[in-house]
């Protein structure tokens, strides 16, 4: 009787919690809905008022759905209620975030397209290198091409009401018109592994005879699919912190690249995963095998060309222990094939890259219009490097930690924004699922491996900070210029790893609540981000 009496109570407290999340999102939901209205009224466009209904209802049903069978019954594992909730999640921000609104999506997007030329046997460029759309895809890269404007306007890259407009009188239907036509747009010369999955959902979508808004969605979705893949597989190796990684991946920013054409989505994942693989064989019972070094090698092969300044993270790699690999000799071979698979992917594919930032004289910022830094005078003037990663941490620290957990998405938008109390809430969520909790009572990291991860992560996002001082810092800033929070996503559960320790500890173990509180967080900033763009008019 009295076990029955406590079941009955522990489940009462659970109940609580998710009435907790999913009452006020309701209440926040009713209240925005005004806002839609008041978009609607002024442009005539009802059609907002449907599509708000209806994502805010999908959005309820999937917080009922994560208070119940997460935290009421219990039944879904951590991994799973990733799955679950991540697909929710990605498809209320792929909608409401159209398509080509994350930063630099129309590059990723052109990109896959050219992709999808190719696997369709298709010509892919003209001789200047534009990439050949459908002629009935040109809408998107040039919404209003009868209009004033000097420079073509590319859909969603200003998320406005205009593009909720666009993408309903479009609808999903092909129009014709598959003759290939000049998008005026150049793909990112990058490895093409980064955009088959997106270059699949777009293949599909013209076999389909689908139209533009129906290709664009499509190929975001097989790009969150491959994102919610490669998490979950990451989760399942996980020997630990598997809610500091499931956290981690439920931001905004991680969810706005997840549900975009952002080749973002596939660092992150495969990184997230690379990191796993790492951790299990160094922490876990099991010794290191064959097929574990071919998948590090595979991961890292093809993230490294994509941004080679996450080539630190083979750095993880060192905290196995050798005799998990048999002896030094297996553990040299199995280093060589994991570097030596990085190596020749940078060799294939950046070689032109690397040869332009290094060998130049001369560097212009285009965007500034002025001169820029050369590699070569960085290195001759550490003074002058030091000193801008010095001003830039002391005046855009605060920038980089709200664009990290997505305070402003979008192209960096900051009208598109998450509340501060929000970005806040999630801050502290992620550094409470990093501490001990009872029951728990390894701490996997000793003091050394904590300096180890540290300066990996340190060294990724040091060298992401040099590569913009380079690439997109005038020689008039104070700062670097171009760094964006969303760099430092793919080492962020291994760091946050380390935050657990033995002199702070939870006295309960809250880590569902805390997803689950996170997850409906989620759901109310992406319902208030379609609030807000409804009234942009």
Not at 316 to 333: D, E, Q, S, T, Y
Request: charged content about 15%; some cysteine; hydrophobic content about 50%.
């Amino acid at each position: 009787m009295k076990n029955e009496k406590n079941e009955m109570i522990l489940k009462y407290g659970k109940w609580k919690w998710a009435a907790a999340g999913f009452l006020p999102l309701l209440l926040l939901d009713i209240w925005h809905y005004q806002n839609v209205w008041a978009g609607a009224i002024e442009t005539g466009d009802r059609f907002m008022l449907t599509w708000y209904m209806v994502l805010s209802a999908a959005g309820l049903l999937a917080a009922f759905a994560a208070g119940y069978f997460f935290l009421v019954k219990g039944r879904l594992s951590v991994e799973n209620f990733f799955l679950g909730g991540g697909l929710a999640l990605g498809l209320l921000f792929l909608f409401v975030l159209q398509p080509l609104s994350a930063p630099d999506e129309i590059r990723h997007f052109i990109s896959a397209y050219r992709i999808s030329n190719q696997m369709m046997g298709l010509p892919d460029t003209n001789e200047s290198g534009q990439v050949y759309i459908r002629e009935q895809d040109r809408f998107i890269v040039d919404l209003y091409p009868d209009g004033e404007e000097e420079e073509p306007v590319i859909l969603g890259q200003f998320l406005c009401q205009d593009t909720y407009h666009a993408a309903y009188e479009r609808g999903l239907s092909g129009t014709g018109g598959d003759q290939l036509v000049s998008s005026g747009q150049i793909a990112v010369q990058t490895t093409p592994l980064a955009y088959v999955f997106s270059a699949m959902g777009i293949t599909l979508a013209r076999i389909l005879d689908l139209g533009g808004m129906g290709l664009l969605y499509l190929g975001r979705m097989f790009n969150l699919a491959m994102f919610l893949g490669a998490v979950w597989l990451a989760l399942r190796r996980l020997p630990f912190g598997k809610t500091v990684m499931c956290g981690a991946a439920l931001l905004p920013m991680s969810l706005h690249l997840a549900a975009s054409f952002s080749y973002d989505a596939m660092i992150n994942a495969l990184v997230f995963w690379f990191s796993a693989v790492c951790l299990d064989l160094a922490y876990s019972q099991r010794n290191v095998r064959a097929r574990d070094i071919a998948l590090l090698a595979a991961l890292i092969a093809v993230v490294g060309p994509c941004k080679m300044v996450y080539a630190p993270v083979m750095g993880l790699c060192l905290l196995i222990p050798v005799k998990k690999f048999g002896g030094w000799r297996n553990w040299a071979v199995s280093a060589a094939v994991v570097f030596g698979a990085w190596l020749a992917a940078m060799i294939i594919v950046n070689t032109q890259t690397i040869a332009v930032y290094t060998g130049g004289t001369e560097n212009y910022i285009g965007w500034a219009e002025e001169t820029g830094y050369t590699m070569n005078e960085l290195l001759h003037r550490p003074g002058l490097v030091i000193q801008m990663f010095y001003n830039s941490f002391i005046w855009q620290a605060e920038y980089y930690h709200l664009t990290m957990i997505g305070a402003y998405l979008g192209q960096v938008d900051q009208v598109l924004d998450v509340p501060y109390l929000i970005v806040m809430g999630m801050t502290a969520a992620l550094f409470l699922l990093a501490l001990k909790k009872p029951g728990d009572e390894t701490v996997y990291f000793t003091g050394k491996q904590r300096v180890w991860i540290w300066f990996l992560a340190a060294a990724a996002g040091g060298a992401a900070m040099f590569s913009m001082l380079v690439a997109w810092t005038p020689v008039t800033s104070l700062v670097i210029n171009g760094v964006q929070g969303r760099y430092f996503i793919p080492f962020l559960p291994a760091v946050l790893m380390t935050v657990k320790n033995g002199w702070i500890v939870c006295k309960t173990n809250r880590d569902r609540e805390i997803l689950y509180l996170l997850l409906c967080a989620d759901i109310f900033a992406v319902l208030r981000l379609f609030s807000i763009v409804s009234m942009r008019i």
